[in-house]
């Protein structure tokens, strides 16, 4: 299953956007799973940088995102959203989603699925100075 990432654009610093992850397959129920966001900027590895685990009620962020960005799900949708405020341009990268680790106590982690290995294209975030 390719889970497929929207929604980014070219945006002035403190912009903002609303990134969606939805799957490529019908029957990939996405509130079943822990979801994260990850993102790669030019010369940089991969890094997470939200997670939800919606069934536990669970949320989990990367320290220089919180208070910026918002991961929820929308379950009539089957639809994992980032909302991104106040950009900076070091958040410009290319953001994917990809299902994630969870602890036995239901708390995500930003470590994708050893097995998940679709990525997709991403989606690309581009924030001026």
Excluded: M
């Excluded at 912009?15 to 996405?30: E, I, N, Q």
């Excluded at 960005?69 to 994992?80: E, L």
């Amino acid at each position: 299953v390719q889970l497929q990432a929207s929604g980014g654009g070219l945006v002035q610093t403190g912009g903002s956007l609303s990134l969606s992850c939805a799957a490529s397959a019908s029957g990939f129920t996405l509130d079943y799973y822990a979801i994260g966001w990850f993102r790669q900027a030019p010369g940089k590895e991969r890094r997470g940088v939200a997670c939800i685990y919606s069934r536990h009620g669970n949320t989990y962020y990367l320290e220089s995102v919180k208070g910026r960005f918002t991961i929820s799900v929308d379950n009539a949708k089957n639809t994992v959203y980032l909302q991104v405020t106040d950009l900076k341009p070091e958040d410009t990268a290319v953001y994917y989603c990809a299902p994630v680790h969870s602890t036995g106590w239901g708390e995500c982690q930003l470590r994708p699925l050893t097995e998940f290995n679709s990525w997709g294209q991403g989606t690309l975030v581009t924030v001026s100075s």
